[in-house]
C-alpha cells in the first residue's frame, strides 16, 4: 500500500495472543478499512475482512477507504480511481445480506488539483456505487520523510493551492465529505482549510497522523506538538476525527517488532492519551475507532484493538460509546 513503511502480516505472531471480544454485543461500525489486490502475497480481499470482523465484536457495517488499488486499465488518468470504487462495489454486492455490511460507504479518490474539471471524476465515482461517500486526497508530507523510511505523497501546503480549493468545493456541491490523510506537524493547514470552506465535511484520519520516528521519537514534545495542533482543529465544528491507524511502524511503538504481540491492555495504555484528549476536545459525537485494516495488522489482530478501544471507551457514557463505536461513523458517511 502507499501509505509507505508498512509492515507484513505475520499470522503465527497474532495468534499468539487469542483474545475474547469484551462486550461483544455493542454495535461497531468500522469506518476506516480496505480492499486491495496488489498482486501475489499482497491481497486483502471481502473474505479476508469478514474473517477479522468474525473473530468476536458485532460488526454490523464498515467504510472502505481507498488504497491504490484495481485502477481502470485506460481511459482519461483522471477517470483511472473509478475503477477502485467499481471494484469494491462488485465486492461488497456479492457479500450475502446476512453478514457484516461490507463497505456499506465507499469512499475513494480522486486529484483535486484539477480544479473544477474534478467534478466529473467526482460524478463518474457516483454513477459506479451509490454507496460512494466522498473521497480521500494524500496530503501527507514532511521535510523529514525520506530519513524516516516513509514517504511524501503531496508537495508541502497543498491545501493552499487555488486549483487544490476549486476542486475540493466540488465536494461541498456534490454533498460529498472528504478524507485528510497528513502528518500530524501539517493540521494547521487543514484548520485553515476547514475554516475557509466549512460546507465540507472533513474526516481526518489516524488521529491526526501520528509520528514517532526520527525528529519525532522524542514523544513529550511530539504529543505536545499534536495537541496543540489539534486543539486548533477542534474549533471547527466540520471536522471530525477517526481514533486508529496507530500500529503501523510509523507512530513508533514498535509492536511489530515484539517476540509477543500486544495485548488490549497494552494498547490501550499507548492510545488512551491519544484517543481520550482528542475525545476530550472533539466530543464523541465528532469521533470514531477505526481499524485501519489491514494495515494495523502488522501490529495486532481486529479482536484485540477492538477490545483496546473498549477499554479506552470504558470512562464514557453509554451515549458516548455509541457514538464512538456505531453513530458518528453512521451519520458522517451517511449509512443509515
Same mark, same amino acid.
Given at each position: 500500500m502507499a501509505q509507505g513503511h508498512l509492515a507484513p502480516t505475520r499470522a503465527d505472531w497474532l495468534a499468539l495472543n487469542n483474545e475474547q471480544a469484551i462486550d461483544p454485543a455493542l454495535p461497531i461500525c468500522d469506518p476506516h478499512h480496505h480492499l486491495w489486490n496488489h498482486g501475489p502475497g499482497d491481497i486483502y480481499l471481502a473474505p479476508d475482512l469478514l474473517a477479522d470482523?468474525?473473530?468476536?465484536?458485532?460488526?454490523?457495517?464498515?467504510?472502505?477507504?481507498?488504497?491504490?488499488?484495481?485502477?481502470?486499465?485506460?481511459?482519461p488518468e483522471a477517470l483511472k480511481p473509478v475503477g477502485e470504487t467499481e471494484w469494491v462495489h462488485a465486492l461488497a454486492q456479492a457479500v450475502p445480506a446476512a453478514q457484516t455490511r461490507v463497505a456499506a460507504?465507499?469512499?475513494?479518490?480522486?486529484?483535486?488539483? &484539477?480544479?473544477? %474539471?474534478?467534478?466529473?471524476? @467526482?460524478?463518474?465515482?457516483?454513477?459506479?456505487?451509490?454507496?460512494?461517500? +466522498?473521497?480521500?486526497h494524500w496530503l501527507n508530507w514532511d521535510a523529514e520523510t525520506t530519513a524516516m523510511g516513509l514517504r511524501s505523497?503531496?508537495?508541502?501546503?497543498?491545501?493552499?493551492?487555488?486549483a487544490f480549493r476549486e476542486g475540493y468545493r466540488e465536494l461541498g456541491r456534490l454533498?460529498?465529505?472528504?478524507?485528510?490523510?497528513?502528518?500530524?506537524?501539517q493540521l494547521p493547514d487543514l484548520t485553515a482549510l476547514a475554516r475557509a470552506i466549512p460546507e465540507v465535511t472533513v474526516v481526518l484520519n489516524?488521529?491526526?497522523?501520528?509520528?514517532?520516528?526520527?525528529?519525532?521519537?522524542?514523544?513529550?514534545?511530539?504529543?505536545? &506538538?499534536?495537541? %496543540?495542533?489539534?486543539?486548533? @482543529?477542534?474549533?471547527?465544528?466540520?471536522?471530525?476525527?477517526?481514533?486508529? +491507524?496507530?500500529?503501523?511502524?510509523r507512530c513508533g511503538f514498535g509492536w511489530h517488532q515484539r517476540d509477543?504481540?500486544?495485548?488490549?491492555?497494552?494498547?490501550?495504555?499507548?492510545f488512551?492519551?491519544?484517543?481520550?484528549?482528542?475525545?476530550?476536545?472533539?466530543?464523541?459525537?465528532?469521533?470514531?475507532?477505526e481499524s485501519n485494516f489491514p494495515a494495523d495488522k502488522c501490529a495486532y489482530s481486529y479482536a484485540v484493538i477492538w477490545n483496546a478501544f473498549k477499554r479506552i471507551a470504558r470512562c464514557c457514557s453509554d451515549e458516548e460509546r455509541a457514538a464512538l463505536f456505531h453513530d458518528t461513523a453512521v451519520r458522517i458517511y451517511r449509512l443509515a
Open positions: 470482523t468474525g473473530a468476536g465484536h458485532n460488526v454490523v457495517s464498515t467504510v472502505f477507504i481507498d488504497c491504490f488499488s484495481m485502477y481502470r486499465k485506460e481511459g460507504g465507499i469512499v475513494g479518490t480522486a486529484n483535486l488539483t &484539477l480544479g473544477a %474539471r474534478v467534478g466529473e471524476v @467526482l460524478e463518474a465515482h457516483m454513477t459506479a456505487s451509490p454507496r460512494f461517500r +466522498g473521497i480521500r505523497d503531496a508537495p508541502p501546503r497543498q491545501a493552499y493551492e487555488p454533498n460529498l465529505s472528504f478524507d485528510a490523510w497528513m502528518y500530524f506537524p489516524h488521529a491526526g497522523g501520528l509520528l514517532g520516528l526520527g525528529p519525532y521519537s522524542k514523544r513529550d514534545e511530539a504529543f505536545a &506538538l499534536w495537541r %496543540r495542533n489539534m486543539g486548533d @482543529l477542534s474549533t471547527c465544528p466540520n471536522v471530525t476525527v477517526k481514533l486508529g +491507524g496507530m500500529g503501523v511502524p509477543q504481540p500486544p495485548t488490549s491492555e497494552d494498547l490501550a495504555s499507548a488512551s492519551p491519544y484517543c481520550l484528549e482528542t475525545i476530550e476536545l472533539f466530543g464523541a459525537q465528532r469521533c470514531l475507532f
